[in-house]
């Protein structure tokens, strides 16, 4: 008692302020529950393992930690199941889990000695006790962040249902017998709630569902909402509202007046549809879902290092599945795992390493890698006799919430509980280590995915121009019409035509999909392709020039994003729901580029009145679109050009949002836009000429993003942006990249379900040690047939040449 009256100074009472990590060990994975419990320091309120508070009492001085453990409790095995309340698992008042119960022990220990005091104890110091307290009663850190998984976003009141106009057009909306008015569907009917017009919804990915006409409503006219007939019920707000203009579901809670207004009585109608979250679910349960996580085969569990999985946190399926590939490459194995200790890692971390990227990568690499959290859990069943609690065959994974907190700390999106694109958080991720290994770029392990494109632009006066730049992916569109069983696809859609004249739906099993070779969605990266707009500094005009592309070099790992999301007309995304054929091995030792080739001629050098900062002009085809909806033409043009043109959709949803402006009336400037100076500022900062930065930021409304993207590869900009290219190529890194032979071995596959990269599932299937392996969150086993064919994602690893 007196060692640790000696050492009140090294304690705190936290304040409500401060963070509390009481959960999980702030370098491992350790919690209460591991072997050797959890210390909390009472100084600085951080957790750490058995194996790490050693290292933390080294580091800071601190010497008193109040430890926490945890062990399984004796529970009989014929206790009564609580009745839930909640429709929800794992939450107060939801489904009982069959949770395992724990008994916890509380000591203060007393570093370097180890020297151990009970809790609670009224010998202990007042300050101790409270200390103790408030750090059991407040809400651990971890916590804060953990949200129940798989539930929707709330719906939000819209202001186009507060605002509604409704027509005086004497419509009356019948209780039964709903058809659409321009075809004879009699399903995923959509009212429109200023016209009364009944009309069908979207067409989904697989052809079923809708015509699309409900929205092409919308774009015709600009009646903004529709509520699905079907879901309306005596309880409105279960009713599905849709705003086209937000695209999204909301809530209208007028939505008893306006439905009055067309003669509906919803007191009296009954619910004979889904609603579109509920539609969502059901097509995840398809055969993609089945396929990619080979349910309904026996899988064989896989156990120790490299085999352990990660728990979903609510959504973070993107997450994982991308993080199970990256630390199955040697770059970052060796950069974070072999080459880097735990201690090594926390010895080097600021004083709170939770936030700190580089100690957290160690973490999970270390969480990942090591196999010391890859075992089979226990039964929760074995409720009577705990010490010989029989292995089942799983694991429990460990939760990657540090490393989450820290990664998406500086980005809007993944830093919520939303479902995202594992492409952009790859590319986000990529980002985020090449900036923490900025200092030290001998040591960046996301230089081992890093490779310089270049594109060729042959102009019709015979001289080129050359740009570069660097990527992390391939991004590779599908060329539909290679695919090699057209005749089997010519006799599907013929009988699938005929079965939709009878109303006969086609099962899953009959579909025939495209399928499409890897090596032609290559090809078509390489082909020549059409510029249209091309501005010649020779030919001083706009012209169609011809562009081909190739790699300056071969990466460690190449990354193959196949283009699956697309747009249709209407601006409807659509996923493709497309088979590639992908061999085990791959060669694009042709798809090298081979640079200025002798008798070549560059194209000048643009001229003074050349580089003069272009004034960005209305696009007239979006402008004409938006008059046709009955928008003023005026408004149009500034909406247009407030969007760089970027298209309807964004121009109409820029209208909406100005039409109050005090100088929505005021003529266009003639002069030249001006450009705020920050802007231009942070491109400098990026390495690139100030009056390049102007002229980009010009041609591009301001955005820095689409400037930077403009400077790179300028041939991408809409035909108003008066595109010039010069004859010397993009000033890109000089530091060398990694290059080799073009001969890759496919060593991991990232797929997703789903009908949109902001839903569905991720799942990883990776080649290790010679056999392909599935890690489905936390489930880890031998993939007995991986989904070589429905990857979003493809990972190649360069052979040795």
Same mark, same amino acid.
């Given at each position: ?617 209305? &696009?007239?085809?979006? *402008?004409?679109? $938006? @008059? +046709?909806? %009955? #928008? ?5 043009? /500034? =909406? ?35 450009? &705020?100076?920050?802007? *231009?500022?942070? $491109? @400098? +900062?990026? %390495? #690139? ?5 102007? /002229? =980009? ?105």
């Amino acid at each position: 008692m007196e060692l640790l009256r000696a050492n009140l100074s090294r304690v705190r009472i936290p304040e409500p302020t401060n963070r509390i990590y009481k959960h999980e060990c702030c370098i491992s994975f350790d919690t209460p529950k591991s072997e050797g419990g959890l210390y909390i320091d009472m100084n600085t309120f951080l957790a750490f393992g058995k194996d790490c508070v050693g290292w933390n009492f080294e580091k800071t001085g601190n010497p008193v930690y109040l430890h926490i453990r945890q062990t399984r409790k004796l529970v009989c095995e014929d206790r009564p199941l609580k009745k839930p309340t909640l429709l929800a698992i794992g939450v107060d008042g939801g489904f009982d889990n069959n949770e395992t119960e724990y008994e916890e022990t509380k000591n203060i220990v007393i570093l370097p000695d180890y020297v151990t005091l009970p809790f609670p104890s009224v010998e202990l110091p007042e300050k101790v006790r409270l200390a103790v307290d408030a750090i059991l009663m407040a809400e651990g850190a971890e916590r804060k962040e953990q949200v129940a998984s798989w539930t929707a976003d709330k719906k939000h009141i819209s202001e186009y249902t507060l605002n509604l106009q409704q027509l005086d057009n004497g419509v009356i909306i019948p209780p039964f017998g709903w058809k659409c008015a321009k075809c004879d569907k009699t399903e995923n009917l959509w009212l429109n709630l200023t016209d009364g017009m009944i009309l069908c919804g979207r067409r989904n990915w697989d052809g079923s569902g809708g015509n699309n006409h409900a929205i092409e409503h919308f774009k015709e006219t600009g009646y903004p909402v529709a509520v699905k007939l079907g879901t309306i019920t005596a309880d409105l707000d279960a009713a599905d509202v849709f705003s086209y203009p937000e695209d999204e579901s909301v809530l209208d809670p007028l939505l008893a007046q306006h439905l009055a207004y067309f003669g509906i009585d919803f007191s009296s109608l009954q619910k004979t549809e889904m609603t579109t979250a509920e539609r969502e679910l059901d097509q995840n349960t398809n055969f993609d879902w089945n396929r990619i996580q080979e349910s309904g085969q026996d899988m064989e569990p896989l156990f120790g290092s490299g085999y352990t999985g990660l728990v979903n946190l609510g959504n973070s399926c993107y997450l994982a599945a991308t993080m199970q590939v990256v630390f199955s490459t040697r770059s970052f194995c060796s950069r974070y795992y072999m080459t880097q200790s735990l201690k090594k890692a926390f010895e080097a971390a600021p004083a709170d390493p939770t936030v700190d990227l580089n100690t957290q990568l160690a973490k999970l690499a270390h969480g990942l890698l090591s196999g010391k959290y890859s075992v089979p859990a226990p039964e929760k069943e074995d409720t009577t006799n705990v010490a010989n609690a029989t292995p089942i065959a799983k694991q429990e994974g460990i939760p990657p919430r540090m490393f989450k907190g820290v990664i998406a700390a500086s980005h809007p999106e993944f830093s919520t509980m939303r479902q995202q694109d594992a492409l952009e958080f790859f590319l986000h991720f990529i980002d985020q280590v090449e900036r923490v290994s900025a200092s030290k770029p001998e040591f960046d392990p996301s230089r081992s995915f890093k490779f310089g494109i270049e594109e060729r632009l042959l102009c019709p006066s015979g001289k080129v121009a050359y740009n570069r730049r660097h990527d992390y992916i391939l991004s590779l569109s599908i060329p539909l019409h290679l695919a090699i069983n057209k005749d089997e696809l010519e006799a599907f859609n013929k009988s699938k035509a005929e079965r939709d004249t009878q109303g006969k739906e086609v099962s899953t099993d009959e579909i025939v999909r495209p399928r499409v070779r890897l090596v032609d969605c290559l090809r078509s990266f390489v082909a020549e392709e059409e510029v249209h707009d091309f501005y010649s500094n020779e030919l001083k005009a706009k012209v169609t020039a011809t562009k081909t592309a190739g790699l300056i070099s071969f990466p460690d790992y190449l990354v193959l994003h196949m283009r699956k999301f697309v747009m249709e007309a209407g601006w409807v995304p659509k996923k493709l729901d497309v088979y590639i054929d992908v061999p085990d091995t791959i060669d694009i030792s042709d798809m090298r580029s081979k640079g200025i080739q002798p008798g070549e001629e560059l194209l000048p050098e643009p001229a003074a009145e050349d580089m003069a900062e272009p004034k960005l002009v209305a &696009d007239d085809d979006i *402008v004409s679109q $938006l @008059v +046709s909806m %009955g #928008f003023n033409n005026l408004h149009c043009e /500034k =909406a247009a050009i407030n969007t760089s043109n970027a298209g309807v959709e964004e121009a109409m949803n820029w209208l909406l949002s100005h039409m109050d402006d005090a100088d929505i009336d005021a003529p266009i400037s003639q002069e030249a836009q001006s450009v &705020d100076q920050s802007k *231009v500022d942070t $491109l @400098v +900062s990026f %390495g #690139f000429q100030e009056d390049v930065a102007r /002229k =980009a930021l010009k041609a591009s409304g301001g955005d820095i993003e689409k400037a930077t993207d403009w400077i790179f590869n300028p041939t991408n900009v809409s035909s108003s942006s008066n595109m010039d290219v010069s004859s010397s190529s993009t000033s890109i890194a000089d530091s060398p990249l990694p290059d080799g032979g073009g001969v890759y071995r496919l060593m991991g596959i990232v797929s997703h379900i789903g009908t949109s990269t902001q839903c569905g599932h991720y799942v990883a299937h990776i080649n290790k040690d010679g056999r392909w392996v599935i890690f489905n969150d936390e489930k880890v086993g031998v993939s007995k047939n991986p989904p070589k064919d429905m990857g979003y994602l493809y990972v190649f690893e360069r052979l040795n040449s």
